[in-house]
């Protein structure tokens, strides 16, 4: 995932910066630096981790507690 496709996920969520680190367990500014792909000016690679957790957000996964377990949805996060 380059930074561009990066962005474009969060926005096309309609998610603004502060909502996007909610919901991927991050800092406001990392989702900056993938964004930007860099910090201090070194590259930022986005972790496949990062990278799935974003594709269980768009298919509107909150949680995952293991198998067997109910998944938790989505909710919009309260501002």
Request: with cysteine; aromatic share 8%; proline share 4%.
């Amino acid at each position: 995932m380059e930074p561009s496709d990066f962005k474009k996920w969060r926005k096309g969520l309609g998610l603004s910066q502060k909502d996007a680190a909610h919901y991927l367990g991050l800092k406001r500014r990392m989702i900056q630096y993938y964004e930007k792909g860099e910090r201090d000016g070194e590259n930022v690679k986005i972790p496949r981790a990062v990278r799935l957790a974003c594709y269980a957000v768009s298919e509107g996964i909150g949680d995952y507690n293991g198998p067997h377990r109910k998944i938790v949805k989505l909710k919009k996060q309260d501002d």
